[in-house]
Structures are given as C-alpha cells and as structure tokens.
C-alpha cells in the first residue's frame, strides 16, 4: 500500500492456487486493467484459479469494474486493500462469484476488516465455493456431462414482441433436437442493434454472470450473427457462440444418414460460410468440434474460396445425377396413375407418425424438429381399395435459412407431382396459426399455391375437445389424435373425396 500511495497509481497482483505471483500490475490513479490471461478453466465447476488483489487510493471499496472483472474472467476473488476515509488504517474489502440464486445476484462480498486481522484459508474456501456451484447446479439440471450446456439470447426485433414465448420455447426445442441442453432463456429489446455484439456491452456482461453461475459452455443466439460479431461475444465471454442459423444446419447434420441428405446438408453448410470468408474471421474455428461443427470439418471450412467453389460444383453434380434418379421414380408413379398425397407441415407436427398410422409402417419417429430429411413414400389403401402413394417431407421452420431450403430443393420437388397436401398442423402449438402461415408461404413460395390442400390438426389428445370443432370449421379442415389413433378413418374418408373432386380450378 506505501508503494502505491507513494506513486499515486493503484499496484495489483494476480496470485495463482498456489500462492505464486503470475503478474504485477500497475495502474493509473482511478483504474487498474488485467492484463489477457492465458490461463483455462478446467470443467465447468471450475473458476479460473487466480485471484486479484489491488489497491485502491481514495478509500473506496470493491468497485462495479472490479466485480465484472471477477465475472467475466472467472476469477477465484477479487480484493481491494484501500484506506477507508478518516481511518488510518488498511482495509481489505472482498467479492466472490455465488451460485444462482432467487434474490438474482451474480456475487457477494465479506465484510471489510482490516487487513492485519484478516485471515483466510484459501484452498478450503474455493474448494468449498465450487462444490456449491456443482450442487446448485446439480440441483436444477439433470444432464450428460458430455452435453453442450447453452444460455439461449433472444433478440426481440419490432413486430416480434408478441411472439416472445413462442420463438423462445421454439429455441428450446432446436437446442433439445441438437443435444443441447437449455438452461435458461436471456430475452433483449434493444432499441438499436448494436454493431459489435448485436447487444449491448452490458447485457453481455450479465449474461456471462449467468453462464457462471449455471454452469453453461454456449451462447445461442435467436438472430443471425456475422462473423465479426462471434468473434468479438467469443472473446468477451470465453464461451463458444453460435446462431440460430447454424443451430440449424447442425441438427440437419446430425440427422442426415443417405447420402442424398449429407451432400444437402453439406452444400448448405459451404454456402453458409462462403460469403462469410471476405471478412477473414477466426470465428468459425470456435465452431469446430461439437454444437456447430457437424459436417464438413474444419479443414474444408478454413479452405479459400477457390477450393469451396471446387467442392461446391463437385456436390451439385452428385446431387443432380442423384436427381436423375429420383425424376426416373417420379415418372413411373405418374404413369401408374395413382393419386400421390405428401405430408408437409411445420416441424415436430407428427408427421412421420401419421404416415405410420396410415400405413401401417415403422419410420423412425422421434418427438423432435426436424426427425424426417428424406422424403419416405408408402403405398395405401383407401375403402374403395383404390390405391394410394403417401409421401413423408422435411418439416418446415419460420426463417428457415435460404441455404437450406435451396438445398433441399430437390427434396421438396417431390410436392410438384402430388394431387393433394396434407398440411398437418399441431394444433396444441400456441402458435399454431402463425405456423400456419409460416408452412402457406413456403409452399407459395415454391410455386405450389394452386396445389389442392387440405389441413389436419394433430394432438388433438393435448388441448381442450370444445376447442377443435370450432377451429375445424374456422380453417374447413379435419382433425386427429395420432398418439390415441383417433380421427383416422374420418381423414381417409376427407382425403378420398379431395382427390374425387381433382385439382382445384387454375387462376386467369
């Protein structure tokens, strides 16, 4: 403390676990700043196993940038040694990272005492510190240590406030389809988006309190980020970051198991990042391995836009040979005459258990987004004993990402030969009517808006039974349970006489 009375500039010290001075630092009259630690984390309960000690001159306590510093690097503690005004004795003042908590606070402190009846075991402290983080978080969450462990950051843009719950819940359930376990939503209203980080600053700072607390290694976001923007939230938080649009072309990733769906997959992956590289980000490295690093690999992403361009040209010509094929099939069922029905809808509406339902076949279902990439067709019957083929599509998603639906393209050109769209629709879904939309002007936008449809509401085991005749009515559709098989034989009954009538008239 002479020292630093005596140079008027406030001295720190970073001391590791075992009592060593990894650095000395030496400030200005009002601030002190740490320096880039080289230091890791060893596993999520583990803070950064330093400790920062420093001097204040003006008899000031821990101050509000002493303690970001302590959350944002994961510090053991941090101490401030100061002499209080009108004492003329050494005080120290010390703060600590707490686990989540109802009262909210991200730290708490011990008492100020002087610094000559100060004493602390360290080593029992910080060993007991986070052991309580660990049984905290143990507490609330049940999960495989080998999880990505996430806090979901949602945007609210203008025109979406409504919509809050819905996009946040819908988040949820894509962190749930990639293996991710979704610890806790953080939602934002910023008047403007801010350049750098999409979000302020200090909502970043928060956030990553939070991240602390819970014992999470990921930051998902609900809004496209340029790489520039991962970057800077990367090096902030010290946490792997990634959007929405990559959340989804990895769970695509996971799922994709032909190869018609991997060269999709990977074509939309390469897209995704081509126009990304002008900006010459080191981002994209903290996306290899795990949540975000499906696919490709990190050798094929670090590649110049030459060999991208290459590969880009190599897959489309796989999948047009691949498409050769499929139009072959095509052609033979629209010789044979039978009506083809396809199943489309949003994702997770049950789609591919209805198509077991009526046929009585065993595609893999999973109550997921996005469980079905490859189009499954099936032949039925119907009480005339007229047959029918019945095709299974990939689910759409509000905002899916452009790379993705030109990739699947050739997937969705299965819906051009049908005679009639089954939009299935879960109705129990609170926003089962913007889903609605949402499914409408994909199909228009595909050019199928003079495609014969007809809606069926699923689930409806999940809401209340007053609530499906009057919904029924509202939208001319019919309804099932495919979970309690209800409703099946009144669909078969209303896709029967669909297809009698043919194809709706076509406009002037």
Not at 46 to 54: E, K, L, M, S, Y
Request: charged content about 30%; proline content about 4%; aromatic content about 6%.
């Amino acid at each position: 403390m002479d020292i630093s009375k005596e140079t008027a500039r406030q001295i720190g010290l970073l001391i590791n676990r075992r009592g060593l001075v990894e650095y000395v630092i030496v400030g200005d009259n009002h601030r002190i700043e740490i320096p880039s630690l080289s230091t890791e984390r060893t596993g999520r309960a583990r803070f950064r196993g330093i400790r920062f000690i420093h001097t204040h001159l003006r008899g000031e306590l821990l101050s509000r940038e002493d303690l970001t510093d302590l959350a944002l690097l994961q510090l053991d503690l941090v101490a401030c040694i100061t002499e209080m005004r009108g004492e003329r004795r050494e005080t120290i003042h010390v703060g600590y990272l707490i686990p989540e908590n109802k009262a909210g606070r991200a730290w708490d402190f011990m008492e100020p005492q002087p610094v000559l009846e100060f004493n602390l075991d360290f080593t029992e402290f910080i060993t007991e510190l986070e052991n309580e983080f660990v049984r905290e978080r143990g507490r609330f969450y049940v999960t495989k240590e080998k999880h990505d462990r996430c806090i979901i950051v949602s945007v609210v843009m203008p025109g979406r406030e409504k919509n809050v719950d819905d996009y946040v819940a819908e988040m949820k359930d894509l962190c749930y389809s990639a293996g991710i376990t979704a610890l806790d939503a953080v939602v934002q209203r910023p008047k403007e988006l801010h350049p750098r980080y999409l979000i302020g600053r200090g909502k970043i700072e928060e956030i990553v309190m939070k991240c602390q607390q819970l014992g999470a290694d990921l930051l998902v976001f609900d809004e496209e980020l340029t790489p520039g923007q991962i970057k800077n939230i990367s090096q902030i938080t010290e946490l792997k970051v990634i959007d929405r649009n990559q959340l989804i072309l990895d769970i695509f990733a996971g799922r994709a198991n032909t190869t018609e769906s991997k060269i999709q997959v990977e074509l939309a992956q390469l897209r995704y990042i081509l126009p990304r590289l002008s900006e010459k980000s080191t981002a994209f490295s903290r996306l290899m391995g795990g949540i975000g690093g499906r696919g490709p690999g990190e050798q094929k992403l670090e590649v110049d836009r030459r060999r991208i361009r290459d590969r880009l040209a190599s897959l489309e010509r796989r999948l047009t040979e691949i498409r050769k094929v499929r139009d072959k099939k095509r052609q033979r069922r629209r010789a044979s005459s039978i009506p083809i029905v396809s199943i489309v809808g949003y994702t997770n509406s049950g789609k591919s258990t209805l198509l077991n339902l009526l046929t009585k076949s065993k595609v893999d279902v999973e109550d997921k987004p996005f469980s079905t990439l490859n189009p499954t067709t099936r032949m039925i019957k119907y009480p005339e004993r007229k047959r029918i083929i019945l095709t299974d599509t990939v689910g759409f998603i509000t905002r899916l990402p452009e790379v993705l639906l030109r990739a699947f393209m050739a997937t969705l050109e299965e819906l051009e030969d049908a005679h009639l769209l089954l939009h299935l629709v879960d109705i129990s879904a609170p926003d089962f009517e913007d889903r609605i939309v949402s499914v409408e002007n994909v199909i228009d936008g595909l050019g199928l808006s003079n495609k014969k449809r007809l809606i069926v509401f699923n689930k409806t085991d999940r809401v209340n039974p007053a609530l499906v005749p009057n919904v029924e009515r509202r939208y001319n559709a019919v309804s099932v349970s495919s979970l309690r098989k209800e409703g099946i034989d009144r669909l078969v009954e209303a896709i029967e006489s669909a297809l009698a009538e043919g194809p709706p008239p076509t406009p002037d």
